[in-house]
C-alpha cells in the first residue's frame, strides 16, 4: 500500500488544504453578511430567492468546512456578528444597493468561489477534500448560470465589449 493511500479521513491535512479550507469558510462567513443584507435591499422576487440560494450555500460551506477544520484540530475563524432587519422603504435611495448592482456581485462573487474550489481541488491530496470543493464547484457552476440567466432576462447584464466583426 502507498503513502496516504488508506482513509482520507485519517490522513492529516498538509498546510495548503487547512489554509484552504479555513480561507473557504472565512469567505463563506464574509458572503453570509453581505448577502444578508443584500436581501434587504433587494426588491427584485426573483433576485430575493437567488440571494436566499447563495445564503443556503454559504452556510452549509461554514457547516462543512468548519466540521472539517475541527475535526483535525484546527480553530476555524469567527463567524461575524448577525445584521439587524432592516426593510427595503427604510433604506435612502442614496445609500441603497440597486438591484442590477446585487446580481452583478453575486456573479462576481460566485466566479470568485469557482476559481477558489479549482485551486482547493487542484492542490489537494486528501480525496474527501477534493471531492468537498468539487461538490461546490457544481453548485457554483448552477448559481452562476442562474445569476447570468437572470441578468440576461432582466436587462442587467452589462457585457464587455463585444466583437461584431469577425476579422477576415
Known sequence: MGILSGNPKDEPLHYGEVFSIWEASMMAKGSISCYEAYMYHAGDKELKKLIQDFL??????????????????????????ERPAAELEDIPPGARFTDPEIAAKLAADNALGLVSCSKTMGLSIREDVGALFAKYHVTKTALGLRVLRMNKEKGWLVPPPLVAKQPE
Open 56 to 81: 443556503d450555500q454559504a452556510r452549509l460551506e461554514v457547516k462543512e468546512c468548519d466540521e472539517l477544520l475541527t475535526d483535525n484540530g484546527i480553530s476555524p475563524s469567527p463567524m461575524l456578528a
